[in-house]
């Protein structure tokens, strides 16, 4: 089972303001439910708040410090990003990192593949993916999309996978 990080961001890695994303992309997100469903996601507790609800058709796994506070109906909580990995493995299928920023970092040494959707975006944002030392990675797929009524800006979803160097 493969571990895939997938994010949107932004040209200076925003990915997050205010506890949203600084976009909207409906084809971004409709590539997102495909990528997702049926899988096993995983998301740190303020991506969780952040859609406020379990996402349908995938086990959702929320890292928290405090998993006794996650109430929510088809959510799993757990106290760390391994265990969460553990108990998504269980599935025998690829496993999604889907945020936020905390989460990301600790993954990032940890992932197989990412799936980034890079916006033409140079706004403000308050949170951010972390640095990415490219020798690591390479393209293997790329899609653009263009601003329209359904996309506030450009963007491209680009498959990368690990270097197996």
């Known amino acids: ?20 994303m600084p976009w909207n992309l409906a084809d971004d997100l409709k590539q997102f439910k495909q990528l997702t469903l049926g899988h096993p996601i995983i998301m740190g507790r303020k991506t969780f708040d952040s859609i406020g609800k379990a996402l349908p058709g995938r086990l959702n796994i929320v890292v928290t410090s405090n998993p006794e506070n996650i ?5 799993c909580p757990v106290s760390s990003l391994e265990k969460a990995i553990e108990k998504a493995n269980l599935l025998q299928k ?5 945020g936020g920023a905390t989460l990301y970092q600790q993954a990032l040494a940890l ?17 951010f993916f972390p640095q990415i030392n490219w020798q690591n ?29």
């Open 111 to 127: 992932a197989d593949q990412m799936i980034i959707s890079h916006v033409e975006y140079d706004g403000p944002a308050d949170t």
């Open 1 to 20: 089972m493969a571990v895939k990080m997938i994010v949107a961001m932004g040209n200076q890695n925003q990915i997050g303001l205010n506890g949203t």
């Open 94 to 98: 690829d496993v999604f990192i889907i």
């Open 71 to 75: 109430n929510a109906f088809e959510v």
């Open 137 to 165: 990675w390479n393209m293997t797929e790329q899609k653009i999309f263009h601003q329209d009524s359904k996309n506030d800006h450009p963007f491209k979803i680009v498959l990368y996978t690990r270097n197996t160097k």
